[in-house]
């Protein structure tokens, strides 16, 4: 199964229209991560393709999107665990390996988008008219689905160095009750959508909290 789902993403890289690299600052605890996460867009010119390296985590992601930034499918590497996750309709099918065990499940969810990659989801948003979006996510620890929702909240200056941008303050919650504790913030410049800053937790309630800061795009 391991190598069914390798070749999926591996056919994805062989033509692309262009691509480019975002770095960040993953500050944590006192501990600063240079991270990357590189963006591909396919010959159709209408999809793209998100790779990226989690060193909080130590993982790797594959992330097909459509033309607004949505997920279409999530392929990530963790260990030993090989996980696949692709939208078909209103449901999120999951394949792979865990603790040595292939998994199959399904995971029901509304016609909401769904982001693997909330920077990106909220790249398009943030270009949008729109006040506030809801969306989906699935944890990629316990596999388990949460409805989001993003909302503007007006706009502000980000600095870095002597670099400063005009940025978009976004907020995300959980839809509902768990939005009492759970929310992060993303700065998104206001002129292209990019992420510019992120504070939020590294996971859910209890985990470490995070700073991420835009550095450079190669």
Known sequence: MTKILLVTFCTLLTSFLWSVDFIYLDSINGKDLESRSTIIQDESGTGYL????????????????????ETLEWYFEEGEDRIRIERKGDVLCVTGLRDGKDITMDCPIDNAPWYASMDTGLSFFSKTQDKEVEFWTISPEELKTWKMIAKKKGTETWKAGEVSDTALRVQVSASGIPALFFSMNFLMRQSDGLRLRFEGKTGGPGSPKMISNFVRME
């Open 50 to 69: 998100l790779t990226s390296d989690d060193k909080v985590r130590n993982m790797s992601h594959r992330i097909r999107l459509n033309e607004k930034m």
